[in-house]
């Protein structure tokens, strides 16, 4: 008898394994297929809007060049409320902040700081945003909220605009010796000559 099957008992057998197995077959395949096309549509999605929040930080950054308010305004809007966990939202909450700084409207620039710090996509714009709210609270002499605002920040990249400030701050309350230590620390930790020269202008002006 020969090993080989013939045609005919190939034939059948695949009908009798399709007949068994073709229910789970057609399941399988059928996921698979759907999970490769919402994959596809999701991959298609996420460049889209991609694109769009590309296309609307351009848009703001011309903007800006312009010095356009509305346009800066309505890029910052489509920004943050369609695209609120890009960094590009976070950028321009930012430009926000320094725009109603330029216009002399603290208030509204500290509300933009603080939007970033409540939706930071990293540890950087919270800080960096962090900072600059503490400057402008400083500024209005609330000198214990500032420091409470810059002991939330943990990036080492802002540690000397970190301890200027915090020298300012004690400056303001008449701390000299803790003024003093921390325009030291801010010298220790940054070596550019014209950053230098500021910070130990703050320190000799103390005696």
Do not use: C
Not at 24 to 31: K, P
Not at 168 to 197: C, P, S, W
């Amino acid at each position: 008898m020969s090993v080989y099957l013939t045609e005919e008992e190939q034939i059948e057998q695949l009908k009798r394994a399709w007949k068994r197995y073709g229910s789970l077959i057609t399941t399988t395949v059928s996921v698979i297929l759907i999970a490769y096309m919402s994959w596809t549509w999701w991959s298609g999605h996420v460049a889209a809007r991609q694109a769009q929040a590309s296309g609307a930080y351009q848009a703001l950054v011309k903007g800006v060049q312009a010095q356009d308010a509305t346009a800066i305004a309505a890029s910052a809007d489509l920004l943050m409320t369609q695209h609120t966990s890009s960094n590009y939202a976070q950028l321009a909450a930012m430009q926000l902040a320094k725009q109603a700084l330029n216009n002399s409207k603290p208030v509204k620039a500290k509300s933009h700081l603080e939007w970033v710090i409540d939706h930071a996509t990293t540890p950087l714009f919270a800080d960096l945003a962090r900072l600059r709210l503490a400057r402008l609270i400083s500024d209005e002499k609330k000198y214990t909220a500032a420091l409470s605002i810059l002991d939330k920040i943990e990036s080492k990249l802002f540690f000397p605009l970190l301890a200027e400030l915090k020298g300012d701050i004690f400056a303001g309350q008449g701390n000299v010796v803790a003024a003093k230590e921390n325009y030291q620390k801010a010298l220790a930790a940054q070596t550019q000559a014209g950053y230098r020269r500021l910070v130990e202008m703050k320190r000799d002006n103390l005696g």
